[in-house]
């Protein structure tokens, strides 16, 4: 009979965390896309932040998109295109996005935010902001640090013959 090692209900948690997480997901401004899974899903809110600039006047107009990412949750959020939300007609693209600008907020303990400027054309007019977005849970750590997967520190401590051992303090015999 083969018995199940400690670490497999470990492994086998963490595995399906980690499969629940890596959901790719489409999220539109100011709405909160939760992976799909039995456990309580982490939200993400994707909201804009006007940085510089008045669209009434003419002015080029700068957007910040502020990423409120709850704690224990690694995120990869990559820009696919911006669009008003009256005319997706209007969407833009390559024009806005010459290459696809990308946010990676690591892992992490508390809640944090993450702002990227987006540059628009002098268009007044509410955006609608499409991002790909990729989960990952952080269910396995040490106090309260997560790890990404692979890169957890093994806790068996490897002896080296090659490594002597530290040398013993001589007393002095007086």
């Given at each position: 009979m083969i018995r199940p090692s400690k670490n497999s209900g470990r492994a086998a948690a963490a595995a399906r965390a980690w499969a629940v997480g890596a959901l790719c997901a489409l999220a539109l401004a100011g709405v909160a896309v939760p992976p799909a899974g039995?456990?309580?899903p982490p939200q993400l809110t994707v909201t804009?932040?006007?940085l510089g600039g008045d669209p009434a006047a003419g002015g080029a107009s700068r957007l910040g998109v502020v990423y409120h990412v709850p704690a224990g949750t690694h995120l990869t959020?990559?820009?696919q295109g911006l669009a008003f939300a009256s005319d997706p007609a209007a969407a833009f693209g390559p024009a806005v996005?010459?290459?696809?600008v990308a946010a990676e907020i690591p892992y992490y303990r508390g809640e944090v935010m993450a702002m990227v400027?987006?540059?628009?054309?002098?268009r007044a007019g509410p955006l609608r902001v499409t991002l790909r977005a990729e989960y990952q849970l952080c269910r396995e750590g040490d106090a309260a640090v997560c790890y990404?997967?692979?890169?957890?520190?093994s806790r068996r401590w490897r002896w080296s013959w090659r490594r002597a051992p530290p040398p013993r303090a001589r007393r002095r015999r007086t």
């Open positions: 039995a456990e309580t804009l932040k006007l959020a990559t820009f996005f010459p290459k696809p400027p987006v540059t628009w054309p002098d990404q997967p692979g890169a957890r520190p």
